[in-house]
Antibody, heavy 119, light 110 residues
């Protein structure tokens, strides 16, 4: 079965950097586009970034454009989110999710990793 | 993009129905038939319940149904059960590989 496990979260000071990872298994990772979605404390979900299966296209939410970079390593079944110039408002649980191959939706999700930006 | 608007909370007794609304704009909900709904128990992975406005993934009970009219989508849970108590989020395509989510609705089973 599809399994997505995020890691790399923690406490980081404003202005700092952090790299999140998402380990994928149970499906052909190299054939799927992947997303990052986040949820700030007490808030709703917010789509963050998307990468196509072959890394040729990447898309970002305006709130993270220029600061976050999504990438992947298909040889290792891994998805990454490099987060730079972190702000307090980036504090959230970060989820990775698969992009459906049959329609426009995010179909499988991990359980998330918490990032806290605080001095 | 602005978050889609959902009621903050809704409740119902076992066996009753609840309908959650999700209001967007012509740039998201109204412009695409790609509305999804997710069930989220805190601390767990969100689960896809409805996609393409009305379709259910395999394994999702038919008590869950979706619809859309203009810029507003809806999720109806019929025959409410205790395990349906969770947060529910709508999601709409907002153009090529980008998405906007709703603010979330906490459903309480009384």
């Amino acid at each position: 079965q599809v399994q997505l496990v995020e890691s790399g979260g923690g406490v980081i000071q404003p202005g700092g950097s952090l790299r999140l990872s998402c380990a994928a298994s149970g499906f052909t990772f190299s054939s799927y586009g992947m997303h990052w979605v986040r949820q700030a404390p007490g808030e709703g979900l917010e789509w963050v970034a998307f990468i196509r299966y072959n890394e040729k296209n990447k898309y970002y939410a305006d709130s993270v454009k220029g600061r976050f970079t999504i990438s992947r390593d298909n040889s290792k079944n891994m998805l990454y989110l490099q987060m730079n110039s972190l702000r307090a408002e980036d504090t959230a649980v970060y989820y990775c999710a698969t992009d459906s191959q049959v329609t426009e939706t995010l179909d499988y999700w991990g359980q998330g990793t918490l990032v806290t930006v605080s001095s | 993009q602005s978050a889609l608007t959902q009621p903050r909370s809704m409740s119902g007794s076992p066996g009753q129905s609840v309908t959650i609304s999700c209001t967007g704009s012509s740039g998201d909900v109204g412009g695409y038939n790609y509305v999804s709904w997710y069930q989220h128990h805190p601390g767990k992975a969100p689960k896809l319940m409805i996609y393409d406005v009305t379709k259910r993934p395999s394994g999702v009970p038919d008590r869950f149904s979706g619809s859309k009219s203009d810029n507003t989508a809806s999720l109806t849970i019929s025959g409410l059960q205790a395990e349906d108590e969770a947060d529910y989020y709508c999601c709409s395509s907002a153009g090529r590989f980008t998405y906007v989510f709703g603010s979330g609705t906490k459903v309480t089973v009384l």
